[in-house]
């Protein structure tokens, strides 16, 4: 149902993800597979989120962080994955705008920063030459945006540590 690459990357997510999880700290709150309670009612499960089962879990990765922001366009797998994990972790559009001034600062031409991947954001990441450069701007925004977090919201620096693991410095491409 799923492509090899959506099937390999989110086998990757799933070890970051641990299955459930309610910290009182948390503002997503009540998690299973890192899907937040609000994202499983949103896609219609109503159940215990304990219960989750790990095939709705990957249908809604599915539909809303990868096939909704058009990471199936992309044709590097590098980026396609960060992009996946920056989305589940603060929101398929803040991970698309972390891309497109990612975009803006590597190449001439500027593309509007809208979260969304159209065309003309497609056109200048497949014309980029520079994917090194952009996994470590994307990583760069990724942190901003942790400290940003726990800036605002101190209880939030419990957190710092996890998200730090998500941020991958030393890809290859």
Same mark, same amino acid.
């Given at each position: ?30 998690? #299973?597979? %890192?899907?937040?309670?609000?994202? &499983?009612?949103?896609?219609?499960? =109503? ?6 089962? @790990? ?60 979260? #969304?991947? %159209?065309?003309?954001?497609?056109? &200048?990441?497949?014309?980029?030459? =520079? ?6 701007? @994307? ?35």
């Amino acid at each position: 149902m799923y492509s090899k690459r959506f099937d390999e990357i989110f086998d990757n997510l799933l070890e970051i993800e641990k299955k459930y999880s309610n910290n009182k700290y948390d503002s997503g709150g009540e998690t #299973m597979f %890192g899907i937040t309670k609000r994202v &499983a009612r949103n896609h219609g499960y =109503y159940g215990n989120m304990k219960d989750l089962s @790990l095939k709705t879990a990957t249908e809604i990765y599915f539909k809303t962080y990868w096939q909704q922001p058009g990471l199936n366009e992309i044709k590097s797998r590098e980026i396609a994955e960060e992009l996946f994990e920056q989305g589940v972790n603060m929101g398929p559009g803040v991970a698309v705008k972390n891309l497109q001034r990612a975009l803006n600062l590597l190449l001439e031409q500027e593309i509007k920063v809208d979260g #969304m991947i %159209g065309p003309n954001t497609l056109k &200048a990441l497949h014309g980029c030459g =520079y994917k090194e450069d952009l996994l470590r701007l @994307l990583n760069g925004y990724q942190i901003k945006r942790y400290i940003e977090i726990c800036e605002n919201n101190p209880t939030q620096k419990n957190f710092i540590r996890g998200w730090l693991k998500r941020v991958e410095i030393r890809r290859k491409i």
